[in-house]
């Protein structure tokens, strides 16, 4: 069984920064990409962020130049640095997880339960 594990929400000040860290635990043989969703109020789900086992990014528009996504995979946990936050930038954040449980599995997505983010004065 895996288990996604999100932490460090809460609310910060316009300008501020905070920074959300994700594990993934339980029966793992690889893990792909990690990566980051949110959901705002209102809206539909979101792409903030994704790394893969390799090192290599993709940010949504509205967050490059403000957040990085540092990944350890040795430890299986990836965090997201967000930076110069923004009012827009409020919502439920979700951490995933592309996961082999078994050498030739198929690859399955795993979330985590989301931790919520508010930016507001």
């Known amino acids: 069984q895996v288990q996604l594990v999100e932490s460090g929400g809460g609310l910060v000040q316009p300008g501020g920064s905070l920074r959300l860290s994700c594990a993934a635990s339980?029966?793992?043989?690889?893990?792909?990409?990690m990566g980051w969703y949110r959901q705002a109020p209102g809206k539909e789900r979101e792409l903030v962020a994704v790394i893969n086992t390799g090192g290599s990014t993709n940010y949504a528009d509205s967050v490059k130049g403000r957040f990085t996504i540092p990944r350890d995979n040795a430890k299986n946990t990836v965090n997201l640095q967000m930076n110069s936050l923004k009012p827009e930038d409020t919502a439920v954040y979700y951490c995933?997880?592309?996961?082999?449980?078994?050498?030739?599995?198929?690859?399955?997505?795993?979330w985590g339960k989301g931790t919520l983010v508010t930016v507001s004065p």
């Open positions: 995933y997880a592309v996961i082999q449980v078994v050498a030739g599995a198929v690859s399955h997505v795993y």
């Open positions: 339980g029966s793992i043989f690889s893990i792909n990409a």
